[in-house]
């Protein structure tokens, strides 16, 4: 592919992200790689100046770069060709298709799929082997259900959603369009509901349900768990990573993006842009203001404000975070300390 035609191809989906480029003898670039893994015939990227030194030594016949003179300068020196854009790494993630677009089989329904005779199949669905559709479900228009799904019995499922092999569906489950559901997901399964009694513990049954509105992505063995009563759900363009638990009844907004092993226990509500690094754990019903932020395993217990940085357990404002983080590196410089003033005290305290 001419570098050229990627120029071409990249300048019509930056819209008003003007771009700078030079071909520099319009080289073949063959493949996109991490630019310190680059070797001829590669297209790279470089996200902004303090990465600049990786650009001496890449191998990469070709660079995105951030708008700054310096590198652009110093890739020109190289020969290396350029693109200069305001978001190099959103450049490269949207040149990334340009080579790459994941495996969808073609429309059709496998012989061994069970599908129950009430099902509503949208045109042009793909239905691997192994699948199970029960009763009452509607697949919408160009769905693709790899093999080994199960759908359980009442589930909405929106156009063009992906439904990756061995994930299951379970009642009353609504699932926008544009969704994909990794491998391994459990989505709509009863939460975790039981009342203490005298004599044990009383099921609760979850007879709620649990939706996923248009472009949310779940990753592998994540699980979203239905209500009793009510329901579970999670806004438009949320992006869940891999071993994620969401509990029964959680809200959870928009364009919000969730790292691997996050866990929300039942009723949590979660505002919308909000980000959740790895492992970081919220309390039952807790509530995460818009655009709040939790850094990685942060242990979240009381409400937090929109807009505000929470870092450790339990999660504190990151500055303050960061303030306690250094006393407690300190802490056996101040223990020592402090035995020496109670030394001191004491022989002052027994002079005549």
Not at 306 to 314: A, L, Y
Request: aromatic residues 6%.
């Amino acid at each position: 592919m001419k570098f050229s035609y990627i120029i071409e191809k990249l300048g019509e989906s930056a819209h008003n992200n003007s771009l700078s480029s030079t071909a520099i003898g319009d080289p073949e670039i063959t493949g996109v790689t991490a630019v310190d893994e680059a070797h001829t015939g590669t297209l790279s990227y470089i996200e902004g100046s303090k990465f600049g030194k990786q650009l001496a030594t890449t191998s990469a016949t070709a660079l995105i770069l951030p708008k700054d003179q310096q590198l652009i300068a110093a890739a020109t020196e190289r020969g290396i060709a350029w693109i200069s854009t305001g978001d190099p790494r959103l450049l490269f993630a949207k040149a990334i298709r340009l080579f790459y677009q994941p495996y969808h089989p073609a429309p059709k329904i496998h012989p061994s799929a069970e599908i129950h005779p009430s099902a509503e199949i949208g045109e042009k669905v793909s239905i691997g082997a192994g699948v199970v559709i029960e009763s009452g479900v509607k697949i919408g228009s160009g769905v693709c259900i790899h093999p080994n799904v199960v759908i359980y019995p009442d589930v909405e499922i929106g156009e063009r959603t992906i439904l990756h092999a061995n994930c299951t569906i379970h009642e009353r489950t609504s699932i926008g369009s544009d969704c994909v559901i990794h491998s391994g997901a459990v989505i709509g399964a009863e939460g975790f509901g039981f009342v203490p009694t005298a004599t044990g513990w009383y099921k609760m049954q979850q007879s709620g349900r649990t939706v996923l509105e248009d472009r949310v992505e779940v990753g592998c063995n994540t699980t979203i768990d239905r209500p009793a009563v009510g329901e579970t759900r999670v806004g438009h363009n949320t992006k869940i990573d891999n071993l994620v638990q969401i509990g029964h009844g959680c809200k959870i907004g928009s364009n919000c993006a969730f790292a691997a092993q996050v866990g929300l226990a039942g009723g949590v509500k979660i505002g919308n842009n909000v980000i959740l690094a790895g492992q970081v754990g919220i309390a039952n019903q807790a509530k995460i203001g818009d655009r709040a932020i939790a850094s990685a395993k942060a242990g979240i217990h009381n409400d937090i404000a929109p807009g505000e940085i929470v870092s450790g357990t339990p999660a504190l404002p990151h500055k303050q975070f960061l303030k306690v983080s250094a006393v407690t590196s300190r802490l056996p410089e101040i223990y020592e300390s402090l035995k020496q003033l109670q030394r001191q005290f004491k022989n002052k305290a027994g002079d005549p």
